[in-house]
């Protein structure tokens, strides 16, 4: 019964929200909080049990879940840009980490911004020009760091203390209590956890303690038929001893790995960085609990899988702490939200910019097209219009995300736009004439990290077809129902020939319609 009075009140907010006698106004305030590299896998909500994320799965409870969200180009920089956009990357600029935004073109803050809103931007940016469309920034520089980041606000360089993830939220909630009732907002608040290289704060270090992190059981992958997974450099195998397993250096037996970084980057003074900014308490603090680490991996002789399994359990613990603070820092902002009486106009929307590994295949990071880093955790509420408890199985994308929130706040959604509103698929009705395939495209090769070849493909609901280009020309084709952890490529399988033809012609159709030039 609750939930019909929930519905109804939706419908006339949205009829009759230029009425005088309507209690709110009508154009809902907007919180979109992306973290890092957040894979599905690490929020309880979606059914996993790696670790509970009670705060963001509020999100979901109350509104809806996507369970076929995929962003369009599975790294940082540009996952954002098309955030913005609404556009590919081939069409926003911004192909790879290495390009900048240009951030003259069109995005869904600036057309927020010009119908009334007051527009704000906290946290990680890393798209190397400054902010548009925004009345207020305050950004990390870069990737930014865990511990006493600097943050530039408005153009003016300031150096904090603190565990970044809660300076984030400080500065966001700073943001919020200055809003405000009369005039919709809009904030993006942009963590930088996840994110390699996972430092959690002192109060996480001790929680995954003596409790299992299971092994995925395609961690020892060995690629075969798949030449470009085999050809990566992203496994935890191979990760730095000291910026990713936090071991002072000079105190390992065994080379550092490769970490999968460009020529001239290191170990050492990475990590030095990230240790070398902590203040002196932090660092007793931080120390007093990673030198029994250290002292463990010295005295216990590790080799072979004992210690492959020893690194992927100090970067899962690692990984987790850090997203625990995630989670209870979006609690506080919950919390704030409903206690100000931002409960019934105000659309939240949790996301990631993209999925990441966590062991499966034997990887850290993202850029392949295959399921874990092409899921981005999608959750959103909007009391009174979307229902809570809504799960939704549609194929959604990154791309739809400018569109929906135009869409939200009745602002028309420019025909350059590739994506789609969200809105008719939250509405309690079912979806008619929603896509049943999308496309993806991946440029960052050979320059940059991790050595993943360049590819475009497209999944549907069923199959996933993708083409690693440049140095090699190897297809590969997937059938999501019998092989979702995508061990057996088909591209060559006899029965899938038709199969294979169809996905094609469908390739064909997609690229078309995305105004893909090249290649
Ligand atoms: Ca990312």
Known sequence: MKYSLLILSGLLIFSCGSHEETPIKSSPNIIFIMSDDHAEKAISTYGHSLLQTPNIDRIAQDGARFENSFVTNSI?????????????????????????????????PKLLQAAGYKTGL???WHLKTTPTGFDYWNILIGQGDYYNPRMIE????????????????????DFLKEQSKDTAFCLLLHHKAPHRNWMPPPRYFNLFKDKEIPLPDNFYD????????????????????SLDMKLHPGSYKIPSGSGGGPPGFTDKLAWENAYGRMTGDQKATWDAHYNLINAEYRTSNLSGKALSEWKYRRYMEDYLGSVAAIDDNIGRVLDYLESAGYTENTIIVYTSDQGFYLGEHGWYDKRFMYEESLSMPLLMKYPGVIPPGTINKEIVLNLDFAPTLLDYAG????????????KGLLNGSSATDWRTSMYYEYFEYPHGWHNVKQHYGIRTTQYKLIHFYNDIDVWE???????????????????????????????????????????
């Open 76 to 108: 940082c920089a540009p996952s954002r840009a098309v955030l913005l956009t609404g556009k590919y990357s081939h069409l926003n600029g911004l192909r790879d980490n290495r390009d900048q935004f240009d951030g003259s073109q069109q995005t869904f």
């Open 222 to 241: 060995n690629y075969s038929g798949r030449r470009a997974a085999k050809e990566q450099d992203m496994r935890i195998d191979d990760m730095f001893l």
């Open 122 to 124: 906290v946290g990680k």
């Open 477 to 519: 084709l997937y059938d999501l129902t019998k092989d979702i952890k995508e061990m057996n490529n088909l591209y060559n399988h006899p029965d899938y020939a038709g199969i294979k033809e169809d996905l094609h012609r469908e390739l064909v159709t997609l690229r078309g319609t995305y105004k893909v030039q090249n290649p």
């Open 154 to 173: 408005m153009g003016d360089s300031t150096l904090l203390e603190g565990y970044t993830t809660d300076l984030i939220t400080d500065i966001a909630l």
């Open 411 to 422: 602002i028309n959604i420019p025909s350059d736009m590739q994506g789609r509103s969200l």
